[in-house]
């Protein structure tokens, strides 16, 4: 029963994903890569939190973490505390961050820094 609720919420997601990557410049597969290359730590920062501020999907941090291919929920949390400090120092940041939320969602209604 609850794989069952959790498929469209993953199908869904999954669609939320493609957008937010073409919107990051980014392929699903490199976001998911293993490497620590800056433009990929970005990638996977915005991701997390276009993905877990985003209350219809329901997703928790656990389930973020599977789907970007990172460890586990504390990962997710070390992620979106790092993306809230960067986007206070630097309003580039903010501004890439708004810009992918407008081409996922069309509106910053889940944009909240």
């Known amino acids: ?11 869904d997601a999954q669609q939320i994903i493609d957008r937010a990557c073409m919107a990051i410049g980014l392929t699903y597969k490199d976001i998911k890569k293993r490497s620590r290359r800056p433009q990929l730590v970005e990638g996977r920062m915005i991701l997390a939190h276009v993905l877990y501020s985003n209350p219809a999907l329901g997703l928790a941090l656990a389930d973020v973490a599977e789907l970007i291919g990172l460890g586990d929920h504390t990962t997710i949390i070390h992620l979106l505390k790092k993306l809230t400090n960067f986007c206070e120092v630097y309003p580039e940041y903010r501004d890439r961050l708004e810009y992918v939320h407008m081409n996922t969602y069309e509106s910053l209604v889940f944009c909240k820094i």
């Open 1 to 11: 029963m609850l794989e069952e609720a959790k498929a469209p919420i993953f199908k």
